[in-house]
């Protein structure tokens, strides 16, 4: 006799139904045998599922019993197949009807005395056993993750519980969502004196989706800015937070069920890993970008971080998604994430006064040159922070805050709601910073004396194509914020103003000299 039930391996965040089938015959030689490609954890599930029955007073029938987990070309990994070998078990034995299984998928780790614990992608599952008409059995302490996907799964403590369930007894049920919140509180941007051109590079990155590079002397408030990025930007819509939330999930970071509306803010050291920054390792985790996913990755002390680390942030910058290769098949995860990072002028810091370098713009230019071309080139707005000085720390607190940036935020995005489409696309974001060449031509085109002053810095500053068109899409949010419906001269300027500039060059002054 077979009894079956299905459960999911997971790929990125992607659910795969995997059937579950238990067979028992008769033969002089007990075995237990599970086939279908298990990795380690899976062969593992043989020893909780015996010592998971034998607490509850259930001895395994000296049979010879063989667990197939089809598709068989499809590897299995984790602790999570327990639950459902456990069932399909009890099915086969008589313990539970034959056909009670039927419509149900079941996702949840073992211990050894029949409780079930947290258990990692248990959102992605009863999405996609939604998908399929079917409903979720998972650990109790995951209920309020899986009701987020609909209703009708079932939340069981341990496996007494779903034998009473499945006998009629005690019919089991699933607690309701989670809390929605509105995330952790991200501080205020009135909480930095000063640096207000930093904080509208900032508004300018948050309105148009731009990745942005501080450089500055230590002190001046560079992180202080980035970590308030999130305050201002527009919350999470319900499809990008079941993405976010979905991630979180294969990750291990839902806790009990609580989603949040506040974009992910992300800031891995610079000793990170290239598996930690962009995912993998045995498991094919998530990386920091995915984890980013819809929200930031700050990245402090930037040209700390080693080169081939970064040069693995093009490909999820570019496409939005990050492939990690294993030995047998690829593993992709979302990672559409805004890059904001910040760096000291040179190594020893180059701050003013007495911590000056002393060693010119030599130290500079090296320490600079750290960063490749390619990867400086998906940074469209590059800001110089000017050194806090202790007359900066007696100003009275700024007149604007984060409530201020957020009304004008908002409106710019509406407006490239409305130009770029649809804000639930799957593939772009509706802003500025994804445009491609074509709509910026139809959209971003300057006025005269706008188009004049991109030519001639165009031709004075040696202007990439690459670099032409970050102009462009930088200047398009500029007069967005300005609720302009045509890039003028003034909003070209500024734009020109947060180019990147030579260590040499002093800042400031070519993009003054252009305005003018
Ligand atoms: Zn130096």
Redesign the pocket.
């Known amino acids: 006799m077979v009894a079956r039930i299905t459960t999911f391996a997971f790929e990125g965040i992607d659910a795969r139904p995997v059937d579950v089938q238990v067979h028992m015959a008769g033969g002089n030689q007990p075995s237990f045998t599970i086939v279908g490609l298990p990795d380690k954890a899976v062969g593992e599930s043989r020893e909780r599922v015996r010592a998971a029955f034998s607490a509850i007073g259930l001895a395994l029938p000296p049979k010879r019993i063989t667990v197939n987990l089809a598709p068989a070309d499809l590897p299995k990994e984790g602790s999570h197949y327990d639950l459902a070998i456990a069932l399909a078990m009890m099915a086969v034995m008589g313990i539970v009807p034959p056909d009670a299984l039927d419509g149900h998928a079941a996702l949840g780790e073992l211990s050894l005395d029949g409780q079930l614990g947290q258990t990692l992608g248990v959102l992605p599952a009863a999405m996609k056993a939604l998908e399929l008409d079917m409903k979720l059995i998972c650990p109790a302490v995951c209920g309020p993750e899986a009701a987020w996907a609909g209703d009708g799964n079932l939340a069981a403590p341990n496996l007494i519980s779903l034998i009473n369930h499945f006998s009629g007894r005690t019919p089991l049920s699933c607690p309701p969502p989670g809390e929605l919140l509105d995330g952790p509180s991200v501080p205020d941007l009135r909480d930095v004196k000063g640096q207000d051109g930093a904080k509208r590079a900032l508004e300018i990155a948050a309105a148009g989706g731009h990745n942005l590079l501080f450089c500055g002397p230590p002190g001046s408030g560079k992180s202080m800015l980035a970590k308030r990025l999130p305050g201002i930007l527009p919350p999470l819509s319900a499809r990008e937070l079941l993405e976010v939330s979905q991630v979180q999930s294969v990750a291990g970071l839902l806790e009990r069920g609580q989603l949040s509306r506040t974009r992910p803010f992300r800031s891995p050291h610079h000793s990170a890993s290239m598996a930690a920054l962009v995912g993998g390792g045995i498991k094919a985790r998530p990386g920091e970008v995915s984890l980013a996913h819809h929200g930031i990755l700050f990245l402090d002390e930037l040209p700390e971080f080693s080169g081939q680390v970064l040069d693995s942030l093009r490909q999820p910058l570019e496409d939005g998604e990050v492939t990690i290769s294993r030995a047998n098949r690829h593993v992709k995860y979302p990672s559409r994430f805004q890059l904001v990072a910040a760096m000291n002028?040179?190594?020893?810091?180059?701050g003013p006064g007495e911590a000056a370098?002393?060693?010119?713009p030599?130290?500079?230019e090296q320490?600079q040159a750290r960063l490749s071309g390619p990867f400086l080139d998906r940074i469209d707005l590059f800001f110089d922070t000017p050194p806090v000085t202790a007359m900066d720390l007696t100003l009275p607190p700024p007149a604007e805050g984060t409530a201020e940036a957020v009304v004008r935020v908002f409106a710019a995005r509406e407006m490239q709601t409305a130009r770029y489409g649809n804000p639930d696309s799957p593939t772009q974001r509706p802003v500025n910073a994804d445009a491609s060449g074509t709509l910026l031509e139809t959209y971003a085109t300057p006025d005269e004396a706008g188009a004049a002053l991109v030519a001639e810095a165009a031709s004075k500053l040696h202007l990439s194509a690459r670099a032409y068109h970050r102009v462009l899409k930088v200047a398009r949010t500029i007069a967005d914020l300005d609720g302009a419906t045509g890039v003028r001269r003034i909003h070209v300027a500024e734009a020109l103003s947060y180019r990147r500039r030579s260590p040499s060059e002093t800042p400031g002054v070519t993009a003054n000299a252009l305005a003018r």
């Open positions: 002028p040179c190594r020893c810091g180059g370098c002393r060693r010119g030599r130290c500079a320490y």
